[in-house]
């Protein structure tokens, strides 16, 4: 479709007025649209890791529920349209190019938008515009000059906090919070899974200046794990033998900062029983993290792209995986701590090939394989990721393990390549 490779290619080059924190650019063109975004449903996710899984468990809840849900995150892995759904289901190229035309409409050339808040508004006035009953919307990055900030939303998430993006947030975690807790809003509730002491402070005072109340992961909510599944004890009670799709532990967690929020809905009168649960977590698909593309050899992709993220996939792993050697393709993004990551991934391999997705962030190869260099392990650099992928696949025996990790935009043209016709690009 020619029209929507035109409209997809403007947004595109919305991103070399690179990104910019402040709400004014999104609050002008919600304007043009009829701001559309005022006295709809919203949940607002923010936080370092976990944001994706949150968002797609509570969906998965409420479409199960029989409500229309609308949901919004980023990056996409290799289509703009997974950005923005209806209950799983992704904007239509058509609609991408409505709403593109009408955008430029809302366009003054002397003061043009960044990538984020132009898609930020066509999401917000889509969602609208389909009548959704509600809306989960993932953070940008950040949370207080964040261009999803413009909402008012039933509850704010703050998933955790820990490093990235320190160019932009800060180079603490107390400053990191204070970003991410502008998502706080008054009178309206906190849901929390930080677990750093100081940065469960930033979030404490916020919430007492906002009057918002807050509950907190291990403390007002929390989960056990079982031999098969696990038990969620919450702010209205447990709910026993629930099971999730999607592997490692962390994903207890996010799922219970998922249902602390369901729980919340259901005070507020949203009609959502233990089964909408049930059935709501164990359906959950969620590309590109720990995500097992194929067996004999086993090759999992996660897009994994800070110090803490890589942390857990390595913790995961271990703990899920049984193989005789690990193959590791590594493509990380060049603004990342890629020393710290390289730290902790390197641990658990026995054969490094060093890439690069095709992105303007992409650190060289040359440059990771540097940084490794005191490592006793056998690494190679191949390019591009196809290449790197093929040679870690003709290495490979059918014991052992295929890793691709280290970004996002790594995952995503690993898919393309692996698996075309159900992740074909589409530009």
């Keep these: 479709m020619k029209d929507y490779k035109e409209s997809i290619s403007y947004l595109y080059k919305l991103q070399k007025y690179g990104i910019k924190f402040g709400l004014s650019s999104t609050k002008n063109l919600l304007n043009f649209f009829g701001n ?5 449903n919203y949940i607002h996710i923010a936080g370092t890791n976990g944001k994706g899984s949150v968002a797609n468990f509570i ?8 409500y229309r849900v609308g949901l919004y995150t980023s990056p996409h892995l290799v289509r703009f349209t997974e950005r923005i759904q209806i209950n799983f289901e992704e904007i239509s190229q058509k609609e991408v190019v409505d709403l593109v035309e009408e955008l430029k409409k809302a366009i003054v050339p002397s003061e043009p938008p960044t990538f984020f808040e132009a898609v930020t508004a066509m999401a917000l006035t889509y ?3 389909k009548n959704v009953d509600i809306a989960v919307i993932e953070v940008g990055m950040g949370g207080r000059l964040d261009a999803t900030n413009i909402i008012t939303p039933l509850m704010s998430i703050i998933t955790n906090v820990s490093f990235d993006h320190q160019q932009f947030l800060g180079n603490t975690l107390k400053e ?8 706080i809003k008054e009178g309206i509730p906190t849901i929390t899974g930080a677990n750093d002491k100081e940065a469960i402070e930033v979030i404490k005072k916020i919430c007492k200046e906002k009057n918002s109340k807050l509950f907190i992961l291990h403390k007002d909510f929390s989960f056990e794990k079982q031999k098969d599944g696990f038990t969620y004890k919450g702010i209205l009670g447990n709910i026993d033998d629930l099971h999730l799709s999607l592997i490692g532990d962390h994903q207890y967690e996010n799922a219970s900062i998922a ?3 369901i729980e919340l809905l259901i005070q507020k009168g949203w009609n959502i029983r233990p089964v909408h649960i049930i059935k709501g977590l164990k359906s959950v698909k969620w590309p590109g993290r720990l995500h097992i593309v194929s067996k004999d050899p086993t090759v999992i992709l996660d897009g994994a792209h800070n110090p803490e993220a890589i942390k857990r996939l390595k913790e995961t792993v271990l703990s899920n995986f049984t193989y005789k050697k690990l193959i590791l393709i590594l493509g990380i993004m060049e603004d990342k701590d890629i020393s710290s990551m390289l730290e902790e991934i390197l641990e658990i391999a026995d054969y490094v090939i060093f890439s690069a997705p095709n992105y303007t962030r992409a650190a060289d190869p040359i440059r990771l394989m540097e940084l490794s260099k005191k490592v006793p392990l056998k690494k190679e650099i191949l390019t591009p990721l196809s290449s790197a992928i093929k040679k870690a696949l003709l290495v490979a025996n059918k014991e052992d393990l295929v890793l691709i990790c280290g970004s996002l935009f790594t995952v995503g043209e690993a898919l393309a390549y692996l698996k075309p016709d159900k992740y074909y690009q589409d530009l």
Aim: hydrophobic share 50%.
């Design 36 to 40: 559309p975004h005022i006295s709809q």
């Design 59 to 66: 969906t998965s809840i409420l479409v199960q529920a029989g």
């Design 127 to 129: 969602f609208s515009k």
């Design 176 to 183: 990191i919070a204070f970003e991410k807790a502008g998502i």
């Design 259 to 261: 249902l602390a929020a």
